[in-house]
T-cell receptor
Framework: AQKITQTQPGMFVQEKEAVTLDCTYD???????LFWYKQPSSGEMIFLIY??????QNATEGRYSLNFQKARKSANLVISASQLGDSAMYFC????????????????FGKGTLLTVNP | GAVVSQHPSRVICKSGTSVKIECRSL??????MFWYRQFPKKSLMLMAT?????????EQGVEKDKFLINHASLTLSTLTVTSAHPEDSSFYIC?????????FGPGTRLTVT
C-alpha cells in the first residue's frame, strides 16, 4: 500500500484564488511528521510547511496552511491568493518515527501534483 | 538557514564510465544524509541512507555495488554511479539531517550517453 497518496496529478487555479492540494497518508506509527515541498522546474526542493502528528493546531506559514485531519489521515495543503510564481510541482511527504533520530528522518514522498496558476 | 550543496549540478558521461556526485553540508554537521533519485515528472525515491563513519543503508531494489555511497566526514557524502548506463540517467538529490530538520541539496542531473 502506498504510504502517501496524492490523487491530483494536475490542478489549475486562477491567480488570486485559493487552491487545495490533497494528500492522504498511511502509517501505524503514532509519531510522524508530514511535509509539503514545492519543486519548480529548476528542480530544487523548497520546504513549505510541516505538521507533527501530535500538533494540536493546523500549521500555517504565510499563504500556506495545512488542513490536518488526523482521523481521516489527510494533510491537505491550502494555498491562498495564488500567484503566478506558485506554478510548480508540489509533493507531500511523511517521516515516520521521532524526528531527532537521523536515520528516521528519511522521507516518503507522494507522486506529486502539478499546479498551474492561470493569469 | 542551513545550506546543502551538490557538485556537479549537471554531468554527462559515457556508458560504462563512473561518475561521482558530492553532497556537502556547508554550515552544519550532518551525521545522516539521504540520497534520492527522481525520474522526469516522477516522485523522489529514496535510494539510501548515508551514515557518517559507517556503511550506507540501501533501500530495497537499489544495487549497492552500482551506487557506492561514502560518508567520510560530517559534512560530505558522495554517491558514485559505477559503470553507468543510459537508464541511470536521472536527477539525484541529497539531503542532510541536523537537529530534527532536513535540508535538501539543489540536485544533480546525470545524463548517460
Amino acid at each position: 500500500a502506498q504510504k502517501i497518496t496524492q490523487t491530483q496529478p494536475g490542478m489549475f487555479v486562477q491567480e488570486k484564488e485559493a487552491v487545495t492540494l490533497d494528500c492522504t497518508y498511511d502509517t501505524s506509527d503514532p509519531s510522524y511528521g508530514l511535509f509539503w515541498y514545492k519543486q519548480p522546474s529548476s528542480g530544487e526542493m523548497i520546504f513549505l510547511i510541516y505538521q507533527g502528528s501530535y500538533d494540536q493546531q493546523n500549521a500555517t506559514e504565510g499563504r500556506y496552511s495545512l488542513n490536518f485531519q488526523k482521523a481521516r489521515k489527510s494533510a491537505n495543503l491550502v494555498i491562498s491568493a495564488s500567484q503566478l510564481g506558485d506554478s510548480a510541482m508540489y509533493f507531500c511527504a511523511m517521516r515516520e518515527g521521532s524526528s531527532m533520530r537521523g536515520s528516521n528522518y528519511k522521507l516518503t514522498f507522494g507522486k506529486g501534483t502539478l499546479l498551474t496558476v492561470n493569469p | 538557514g542551513a545550506v546543502v550543496s551538490q557538485h556537479p549540478s549537471r554531468v554527462i558521461c559515457k556508458s560504462g564510465t563512473s561518475v561521482k556526485i558530492e553532497c556537502r553540508s556547508l554550515d552544519f554537521q550532518a551525521t545522516t544524509m539521504f540520497w534520492y533519485r527522481q525520474f522526469p515528472k516522477k516522485s523522489l525515491m529514496l535510494m539510501a541512507t548515508s551514515n557518517e563513519g559507517s556503511k550506507a543503508t540501501y533501500e530495497q531494489g537499489v544495487e549497492k555495488d552500482k551506487f557506492l555511497i561514502n560518508h567520510a566526514s560530517l559534512t560530505l557524502s558522495t554517491l558514485t554511479v559505477t559503470s553507468a548506463h543510459p537508464e541511470d540517467s536521472s536527477f539525484y538529490i541529497c539531503s542532510a539531517h541536523s537537529q530534527g530538520e532536513q535540508y535538501f541539496g539543489p540536485g544533480t542531473r546525470l545524463t548517460v550517453t
